[in-house]
């Protein structure tokens, strides 16, 4: 069985650079936005698109049948990109050894018993992070002031709790669901990936 | 200021192997029951007696005044038995470079920020652990069915739980309040052990 390992994190905390550290000092493969491609590609449908509905859970959970017509101008291609996403992921953690981040991979290959990892940070540490970042990864954190950047770290963080827990039906970030979760605003990247790449 | 490491475990989970060891691979004190002892000694009451009320939130949070002679006749020592923990805590933190176990030392000393330790298992890891170790460290569990072990540990971690929130505010075990929480059925103590003596 190949050697898997999922990544759940908190937005600003750098589980994105674990994920690469670890990867890399593992030797095996990273998936992330890869994933995202992957889905535009089989679909045909955008990648911007793609990453909207495979990262949020649906606005309208079951369809609402005002008028046929709304439906049929606004097509709903939200459980599609989901399955398609899943899929992918199941194909991934079959070719070979790998790191995923998010997308609930944990809870998609439950059965493959993946070593989950879930990385958090408190309030100023993933305020740093996206301050010293400023990248689109970090959604260029430099830009904003501080109370700003909270808001939106505490809104992209709550739609990712909400995308888990509406398709997995488990609390994210519960350590219940995990078998490591690690405050990066205590311990460095660097030594977490160093360690995960010996234990696992 | 010293570097001060504090654990909270689930019962069964090897919190107490844990703590022992990274303190011995940092050549630090290791506090544990010898808090227990401590108390007894400064208060002249039983270990027993002291373990029992320091362990557990108190039944009745506030004094009922049914009638006095009641209270006269079982005073309530819990309120200094607790004063007393607290104080020998915080004394033990100032004295040396150290490691707590248990009792909610990561809030007695939250001003000091401690490296805080939360170590858990998944319930077959938990019986697992009790079965193979069959001391009073771990309830003797090799004589107990496994469903009267699972009900057991729950029992004591419920209690934990109970007493955790009632003198910190706190939920006991929540990430949020932890920089590390390392599931025991996936990682090694030995790993483990040696992982957080490195980074701290």
Known sequence: MNKIITI????????????????????????????????????SLSEKYVQNVAEHKPVIPFPIHTGRTFWAVLPDYGQAVQQEQHNIIREMASKSD??????????????LKP????????????????KENNSSDY?????????ELAKRIDQINKSRA???????????????????????????????????????
Do not use: H, P
Not at 13 to 30: V, W
């Open 8 to 43: 759940g994190r908190e937005f600003g905390s750098g589980g994105r650079e674990a994920g690469r550290k670890i990867a890399e000092l593992l030797g095996i493969a990273y998936y992330d936005r890869e994933i995202i491609t992957e889905i535009a590609k089989r679909t």
């Open 98 to 111: 790998c790191v995923i981040v998010g997308r609930g991979a944990d809870y998609i290959l439950r059965e």
């Open 115 to 130: 070593f989950r990892l879930f990385i958090y940070s408190d309030m100023e540490g993933k305020i740093k992070r996206c």
């Open 139 to 147: 959604d260029n954190g430099a830009n904003m002031t501080e109370n």
């Open 162 to 200: 909400d995308y888990y827990e509406f398709y997995t039906g488990q609390k994210w970030g519960d350590k219940a669901n995990y078998d490591l979760c690690i405050n990066t605003a205590k311990i460095e990247i660097t030594k977490l990936a160093e360690f995960v790449s010996k234990i696992c």
